[in-house]
């Protein structure tokens, strides 16, 4: 097969034959990988043959070793492992042998040998090439030859685990640093030297403590802040930012000898991208402090010392950085593209994590900033100063805040009407922060009516504007309800409901979805229907009516629909009505008998349209849990037609998401109909078992089948008998899961996998028991103790398993009263458990309940 050709095929104008190469080389690759690869390679490594090809060759070669997804990367590593070991070896050799061509891009060959890499040095395999890289780093004359193999040592540094590199750390960190050092004559190799360098610094962690090993690494660094070339400022800078991440406590020294003087000066620069990185060094530092003091008062509420402390680099250095931010904040750009990072934005999310970290030392030299520019008459001063106050609203003390936006809260209200779009959307912004954070500064009767007439206004302005309204009423609902009664007769915002949604729908009537103001729209109806008070309900019927409407007419349009981008705006519309509609059925409850049938109707004909878009189908799905709630028993009449689209979902693991809803969807018709759900769950109890054994489901989608196995037990009592033996075999195996200490991910998912397991036994014997058939759970006590007592001494347990653990203990007590089972309660772990969940100030106040509670069934069982 001529590669070459297909290659330069895979290039054509012509769709059909680019497809048609592209279609042949993907089949190569899948028939006989080796060939394929001799085959690239070959084109990759001739210098006498076409750049183009050479390039296209290469990464073609290197898109076949490596993916994003995980399960293919693993395939693809193990497709690479499998081929013989000569040709695997000669891909090496011209691989590193074409570091010195000039005829292809600089990047390719380094990135072909670090895929490569990847794959081999975990396996103990080439374990030559780290040798060779630094060898030609050091010895090489060719700068082509240094730059080639730097750009590799820093993808593999990228992408290979730390440990994996940990034995040649010594060798990587001095060549690296020597290619990074001012003494470096070309600019091209100590740039590829100061990327590697950033790459590498995770797995050098040894090296850092070393006090003369930091010391000339930092050296180096700082002296690159200083070049002439932008592009080694500039990575320069990126590696302060990643040091300070990683090693904070080990930069008190540097800080006060250089990098405040640095940094400050960094941010001064005339290139933005060095100024952007020296802004992101301080809020770097800012997160950093953040987390330290977070890890304070979890210490603090333990009775300990922390182990690490804060230097306050933050409180130092503020009178230093705090102009230059200010100033930043006026060098916004008249048609600023909204997705691109610019010095004011980065400026303003600086002032904001500064101004939580130094809470209120903030507020004296921010708010004279504010009162001097917020009624300049150039645009950039006004909206620097509203930026300025919205960005310190988090932090301070609500105290020394809630008079300066008191005072503020009309003259922001009145801006909504600046000639300048600029100044009008961060002024939504900022109000939408003071409704978030600080809305018991909003006064009912004097700000309440005119913020929401601006609001209201706002929505008939520019799209970017309706964007920030939308979020700022969507914050004042969500605020101002969370102070009142969820159930209340009326609240604050019922007078204003009416207007509000109507303006909100007229946004949702536009055409097109610029800056997101229709999904902005929708998502703020939700919002609004979801906090309303009863009062409100009337009105909610209404907007029900009209979004059903809407959808109705989604679906007589949605065959005459040609071209993705229409295809993909047509389904984001859906999911924005069944949003709405989803919200609006949960709030009125059965009140929303009356238009059900329709709702069901056209849930119906989404699920079985031929579309079948899988988010679409999830957004449906969370919709009929919400009508099998409203409905409860009266839900029956619709599942004859729901039931196959149902097993349909549960027997596609592929769709994980989906499967997962489905699995909720089990529980929530179980509670819904009750015993009268026995007649499904011979079904429904085959498809989560296989699903529970499935290789190919998503791992987490397991908790909650586990959590279902309770729901359909608590439904049908005494009639899950028959499931019983099956179910405790599934639980039992579930149970013997462990994490390692050191996977977070994995100690959090055994957390989730145990706490569907509890609630699995809780359903179980509150079934049972509820049936009559308390006997039945006898055999199975033993083992279901012996669980708990592992779950109760893991170390890393949350509040929710706790409390799940101590009702089953509870459960267990209830069921087993007046029995010859008080035998398991005896033992010191269940005392101990109990009385930790009462008193630990780590617990909710919902956990504490439920431990009295078992603990007084507890009592009761023993005393019998």
């Not at 001095?174 to 790459?199: C, F, I, P, S």
């Not at 500039?234 to 003087?261: N, P, Q, S, T």
């Not at 400026?347 to 004279?368: E, K």
């Not at 922001?412 to 109000?431: F, S, Y």
Request: glycine fraction near 4%; proline fraction near 3%.
């Amino acid at each position: 097969m001529d590669v070459s050709s297909l290659l330069q095929s895979s290039l054509s104008t012509d769709q059909s034959i680019r497809e048609d190469a592209t279609r042949k080389l993907e089949q190569l690759a899948q028939e006989n990988y080796a060939a394929y690869v001799s085959l690239l390679n070959q084109v990759f490594a001739t210098e006498q043959a076409d750049p183009t090809l050479r390039q296209l060759a290469g990464l073609a070669l290197k898109n076949s070793l490596t993916a994003k997804d995980t399960t293919r990367k693993e395939e693809y590593a193990q497709r690479w492992l499998s081929i013989d070991q000569g040709i695997r070896s000669q891909v090496k050799q011209d691989a590193l042998k074409t570091f010195g061509s000039s005829g292809i891009s600089r990047s390719t060959a380094p990135q072909v040998v670090s895929a490569i890499a990847e794959i081999e040095l975990p396996a103990n395999q080439w374990s030559e090439l780290i040798p060779t890289l630094l060898d030609n780093v050091t010895n090489q004359e060719s700068a082509l030859h240094r730059q080639a193999s730097l750009q590799a040592l820093g993808y593999i540094c990228e992408s290979t685990e730390p440990m994996v590199l940990a034995v040649n750390a010594n060798e990587i960190l001095t060549a690296v640093v020597q290619g990074a050092r001012k003494e470096e004559t070309n600019d091209d190799v100590r740039l590829e030297a100061l990327h590697a360098l950033y790459n590498s610094l995770e797995f050098i962690r040894a090296n850092f403590d070393r006090e003369g090993e930091r010391n000339f690494i930092m050296q180096v660094v700082c002296e690159a802040t200083q070049s002439t070339d932008e592009r080694i400022q500039l990575a320069a800078f990126e590696c302060l930012v990643r040091i300070m991440h990683l090693y904070y406590d080990k930069m008190r020294f540097y800080m006060e000898k250089a990098l405040f003087g640095l940094t400050v000066l960094g941010m001064n620069s005339e290139h933005s991208g060095v100024a952007l990185q020296a802004v992101e060094f301080w809020s770097t530092v800012c997160d950093e402090e953040l987390e330290l003091q977070e890890e304070a008062n979890e210490a603090l509420d333990m009775g300990e010392q922390p182990e690490r402390v804060s230097f306050d680099f933050a409180k130092t250095a503020a009178p230093e950085i705090l102009p230059v931010l200010l100033w930043m904040l006026t060098q916004q750009e008249e048609e600023a593209d909204e997705d691109e990072w610019n010095i004011a934005m980065a400026a303003g999310t600086c002032l904001a994590l500064l101004a939580q970290t130094i809470t209120d030392h903030i507020v004296p030299p921010v708010i004279p900033f504010v009162e001097s520019n917020i009624q300049s008459t150039d645009w950039r001063y006004r909206e620097a100063a509203v930026m300025a106050f919205g960005s310190i609203l988090e932090g301070p003390n609500p105290q020394i805040l809630t008079p300066l936006v008191n005072q503020a809260l009309p003259t922001l209200i009145n801006m909504m009407r600046d000639p300048d779009v600029n100044v009008k959307d961060t002024v939504t912004w900022t109000l939408g922060r003071v409704s978030d954070v600080l809305v018991e500064c909003i006064k009912p009767d004097i700000h309440l009516p005119q913020l929401i007439s601006a609001l209201v206004l706002g929505l008939q302005d520019n799209p970017r504007i309706v964007g920030n309204c939308c979020w700022s009423l969507m914050n004042l609902a969500e605020q101002l309800s969370s102070v009142e009664d969820a159930d209340a007769d009326t609240s604050l915002l019922s007078r204003y409901f009416d207007g509000v949604i109507t303006a909100l729908l007229r946004i949702t009537d536009r055409p097109d979805n610029e800056a997101n103001s229709r999904t902005s729209a929708y998502e703020a109806v939700s919002t609004f229907v979801s906090t309303a008070a009863k009062d409100c309900y009337s009105n909610i019927e209404k907007v029900a009516i009209t979004v059903l409407e809407r959808l109705e007419h989604t679906l007589s349009v949605q065959n005459q629909i040609v071209g993705s981008d229409e295809m993909n705006a047509h389904y984001e519309l859906q999911s924005n009505l069944l949003s709405v509609l989803t919200n609006c059925v949960r709030k009125l409850g059965k009140n929303i008998a009356s238009i059900a049938d329709r709702i069901m109707t056209v849930f119906l004909q989404i699920l079985n349209s031929q579309s079948k878009h899988s988010t679409t189908k999830e957004d449906v799905f969370i919709g009929v849990g919400a009508l099998i709630s409203a409905l409860e028993s009266d839900f029956s009449r619709y599942l004859e037609p729901f039931i196959p689209i149902l097993y349909s979902a549960l027997q596609n693991p592929e769709e994980y998401q989906l499967c997962g809803i489905a699995v909720g969807l089990i529980g929530d018709i179980c509670r819904a109909l009750g015993e009268n759900s026995v007649q499904y769950c011979n079904a429904f109890m085959e498809l989560l078992i296989q699903n529970l054994q499935s290789p190919v489901l998503h791992r987490n989608v397991k908790p909650a089948i586990l959590s279902c196995f309770g729901d359909v037990a608590l439904a049908i009592g005494g009639q899950f008998e028959s499931f019983l033996n099956i179910t405790m075999m599934v639980l039992q195996q579930a149970g013997n899961m462990r994490a390692d200490k050191t996977n977070l991910d994995m100690i959090e998912y055994v957390n989730q996998l145990h706490e569907g397991n509890v609630e699995a036994y809780v359903g179980i014997v509150q079934g049972l028991s509820s049936g009559g058939k308390t006997p039945l759970i006898a055999p199975y006590v033993p083992g279901i103790f012996t669980f708990l007592n592992i779950v109760a001494e893991d170390e890393y347990k949350s509040d929710t398993l706790v409390r799940s653990l101590a009702g089953l203990i509870g459960d267990l007590a209830d069921a087993l009263y007046a029995t010859d089972g008080k035998q398991f309660f005896q033992v010191e772990w269940v005392n101990r458990t109990l009385r930790e969940a009462r008193s630990s100030r780590h617990y909710s106040q919902s956990t504490k309940e439920v431990a009295r509670w078992a603990k007084e069934m507890v009592k009761r069982t023993l005393q019998s």
